[in-house]
């Protein structure tokens, strides 16, 4: 009995110390793991879909899958941004086909991607064996692979890149070794593997920057000339003047980098499946924008007018033959194949020489201004009147030009690339005989001699077509009279002195006939909505342009004054977050707006009926249009606008649900030094009206603020501002949002359709941005370009909102109204309201 208690105790104690060794174990390996996530050793890799994050938190490497694709590869990209693309891809010729794959240092130290049979995929490829090696993902994207013994870089990532330069990495071309760091393309955005096209330094005579599509030239930027790629007119621009080529001096080591220390965003440099080499930055936190791209015209492929012709994109055809030259087939080039180039008309000096037939006069040069040089220069360290007095005494010489970075350049062999820039560039000066000079004298004569005669006919054309125009503006302001026989500009609350200048006369008519035709006769069928204004129709012109009539009805007397208000107002205003006016039709008694048609209507037939199709992104683009279109109206445009009736059904949606402010019926124009405006007759939606305008008809930029912070908490709420009047005990969507803030529970408020974690933060700063706007008193609230700062980012801290107007009750539809009627009242749906002001 003794010994089988004495047993059992011992199991117990050797239990126990294994349990202790096990803990220590995980203690240990979790304590290398957490030391160093930014680094793979030979003891730890990473397999599908782990990754590890540079120790600055800029970069992440990886397993992913490319969009539309189920392969899966490993990749570096950014780490802290949502719209992520990748920068470098290790197994691009050699995916995976499922999620088994590990990336792992190898005993002999290389990088390795394996797939679930261990088989190596890809490899690193060093051929000197290192033991202990490890790999570390660098916080500006590099991928290094070090010996831990010797601490020096065995292999990198920037030393083998694929279509993306980050900044500071180098592209280089070794003429020595031959060794070369390029760009190469993907085949597809989602197929990364080894494309058609390829990017780098070409040192076949002065270096430059140039694309290649198998194998063959298809852009070069120019050379460089210690500042610029004199190829790339607009270099000088803030984005482009990060460059830096550096070479050994002794012309067998270039090395290109580009680095940004004003620019505060990711940037980088992207060579695109189709060849085009793109300059991209992240900004705002919305989405990557090119500001730059090398391809931007059909004259920027390489050699496209051939030989001695030039390219130029603002003619038609963009291609001719120089000035003494002429198509070597002309048959191919008047089918608009220029790759067979031209050739002289007149041989050269020198080459009259040499057949025993000399002329009396020497060659001479034709002077080509804002040039991209042709290819193949050579190059020499000599003054510009040395340079044109060698090419001059040179027969071989057929072109020459200066740039002070460079020097001297000459041509001994076929022109090929030139193009005809709009500013920058260089001047060539191409060799001609004289008599071809002799017959370019001629021709500018001539030129002149047109050029006067034309101007003069110009003038005689210019004073019949202002007479012209002084009998249609007559024409149009008897229309005007027609239209509007009572209608004054001097009352307190029309359009005041802004309203001269805009000319209405410049807005284009459409007649009665064609927009009958449009819309089947305003049939019912194509009958789109009911405003204050009148009906509204789609229509579709005869050359299939889609449009929405405003049809004025005859019996409204208030919707005369909307009609030509909105004309006053939209007429001049051009903005993407604003709906189109295209013209108007007045015939008879027949009134109508014509304007551009959005195929998915207004926003609250699609957020409180298709909620679905609005997920978060969606509605935060929708949110940041909206804002950017309302500070179009304050403060950008030529006018400054108020629209006095913001609301979900004014807001209209084009077929990429991009937001556009609609129905200028109710806006006012203000003055430049006028900040606010008093009123006896409050127009708009009970609902969306800030406290000062519904109670005493004070109106200002902030009554569209105290709007659009309604509209906002209703797209992210997803729910009608009268929602809850039906309740006899519920508060307003202001008071419901004020209650859920100071339960310090506000995603309470959120749509259960857009409750993602990863958007918790954007959705709850938009809130705090609503309660801001909603504030009661107008002084509290921001502007709308404070809002699009708080709206676009995370760093500006927020101040605490104050309470928001009508928390318990919205204003009842016949609060200070002489009449008490309820059905007078509009919550969303009607478009307009009057009451007396107090």
């Given amino acids: 009995m ?452 034309g101007v003069i006919f110009i003038g005689i054309c210019t004073f019949i077509l202002w007479r012209w125009m002084a009998k249609q503006k007559a024409k149009k302001r008897k229309t005007k009279m027609v239209l509007f026989p009572h209608q004054k500009f001097s009352g307190e609350d029309n359009l005041g002195d802004n309203v001269n200048q805009v000319k209405l006369q410049e807005l284009p008519l459409f007649n009665l006939q064609e927009l009958a035709s449009a819309t089947n006769n305003f049939h019912q069928s194509n009958r789109l909505g009911q405003g204050g204004f009148g009906p509204v129709y789609r229509g579709k012109m005869s050359d299939g342009q889609e449009i929405a009539v405003k049809r004025l009805s005859r019996a409204s007397e208030q919707g005369q004054e909307e009609f030509m208000n909105e004309v006053v107002v939209i007429s001049k205003l051009q903005h993407r977050n604003l709906v189109k006016l295209l013209g108007c039709c007045v015939e008879g008694e027949e009134k109508m707006l014509v304007y551009e048609y959005m195929p998915n209507k207004s926003l609250d037939a699609v957020l409180f009926v298709k909620p679905k199709l609005l997920d978060w992104r969606r509605r935060f683009n929708i949110i940041m249009g909206i804002s950017r279109g309302l500070l179009y109206l304050h403060r950008d445009s030529r006018l400054r606008i108020i629209h006095r009736d913001l609301k979900a059904s004014n807001i209209l949606l084009d077929e990429e649900l991009n937001p556009k402010i609609s129905d200028f019926g109710m806006a006012r124009i203000f003055g430049n030094n006028e900040d606010q405006a008093n009123t006896k007759r409050v127009v708009g939606t009970y609902g969306y009206m800030s406290p000062e305008y519904a109670m005493e008809g004070r109106f200002s930029e902030k009554s569209d603020v105290f709007s659009f912070g309604v509209l906002l908490l209703e797209i992210v709420s997803g729910r009608k501002n009268s929602s809850f009047y039906d309740d006899e005990h519920a508060m307003s969507l202001l008071g419901f949002a004020w209650k859920m803030w100071n339960a310090d529970d506000v995603m309470a408020l959120t749509d259960s359709m857009i409750r993602e974690v990863h958007f918790e933060m954007e959705i709850l700063r938009c809130i705090h941005v609503g309660l801001l706007c909603v504030q009661e008193f107008a002084k509290d609230r921001p502007t709308v370009s404070i809002v699009i700062s708080m709206l676009k980012s995370e760093t500006i801290d927020l101040p605490l909102p104050k309470q928001p107007a009508f928390i318990e009750r919205q204003i009842a539809p016949h609060a200070g109204s002489s009449q008490h009627n309820p059905s007078k009242g509009s919550l969303n749906n009607v478009t307009v309201t009057m009451v007396e002001g107090r």
């Avoid at 790999?135 to 030393?159: C, H, I, M, P, Y």
């Avoid at 002309?330 to 089918?335: D, F, G, I, K, V």
């Fill in 2 to 453: 003794f010994s089988q208690t004495r047993s059992l105790e011992t199991m117990e104690l050797v239990r126990n110390a294994n349990l202790s060794a096990l803990l220590i174990l995980l203690f240990c390996f979790c304590l290398e793991f957490g030391s160093s996530t930014d680094t793979i050793t030979a003891a730890k890799f990473i397999s599908d879909p782990e990754t590890i994050i540079s120790n600055g938190g800029s970069f992440q490497l990886g397993f992913f899958s490319p969009p539309n694709s189920t392969y899966r590869y490993v990749g570096i990209w950014y780490s802290n941004i949502s719209v992520s693309p990748v920068i470098w891809v290790a197994n691009r010729d050699q995916p995976l086909n499922n999620s088994s794959g590990i990336f792992a240092i190898s005993e002999d130290g290389n990088l390795v991607v394996l797939d679930g049979q261990n088989n190596v995929l890809w490899s690193s490829n060093l051929t000197s064996s290192v033991v202990n090696s490890s790999a570390q993902l660098l916080d500006n994207g590099n991928l290094v692979l070090q010996g831990n013994a010797t601490e020096t870089t065995r292999w990198e990532s920037f030393e083998h890149p694929c279509d993306t330069v980050p900044p500071n990495m180098e592209i280089s071309t070794n003429v020595t070794t031959g060794k070369k760091v390029q760009l190469t393309s993907w085949k597809s955005s989602s197929d990364p593997s080894i494309g058609n096209f390829s990017a780098g330094i070409d040192v076949r005579n002065l270096p430059e920057l140039l694309v290649w599509k198998d194998s063959s030239p298809y852009w070069r930027s120019g050379p460089w000339n210690s500042r610029i790629f004199i190829g790339i007119p607009d270099m000088y621009s803030s984005y482009l003047n990060g460059f830096s080529l550096e070479d050994d001096k002794e012309g067998t080591f270039f090395s290109l980098t580009f680095s940004y220390s004003n620019i505060p965003f990711p940037t980088k440099f992207v060579l695109n499946a189709q060849g085009n080499l793109l300059l991209t930055y992240f900004n705002n936190g919305e989405d990557w924008e090119v500001p730059w791209s090398a391809w931007k015209s059909e004259c920027d492929v390489y050699g496209k007018c051939g030989a001695f012709g030039s390219c130029n994109p603002q003619n038609s055809p963009i291609c001719s033959c120089l000035w003494g030259f002429e198509p070597k087939n002309t048959e191919e080039w008047n089918r608009e194949n220029w790759t067979s180039g031209c050739v002289r008309r007149t041989p050269l000096q020198c080459e009259r020489v040499n057949n025993g037939s000399e002329g009396e006069k020497k060659d001479g040069f034709l002077k080509l201004t804002m040039m991209k040089i042709p290819d193949l220069a050579n190059w020499s360290s000599i003054s510009e009147e040395e340079c044109r007095t060698q090419c001059l005494e040179n027969c071989s010489c057929i072109a020459y030009a200066y740039d002070s970075g460079i020097d001297c350049v000459t041509w001994t062999r076929s022109l090929i690339d030139l193009q005809k820039f709009s500013s920058g560039g260089v001047d060539v000066y191409v060799r001609l005989a004289d008599s071809e000079l002799d017959k370019e004298g001629k021709v500018k004569v001539i030129v002149t001699v047109t050029v006067i005669t």
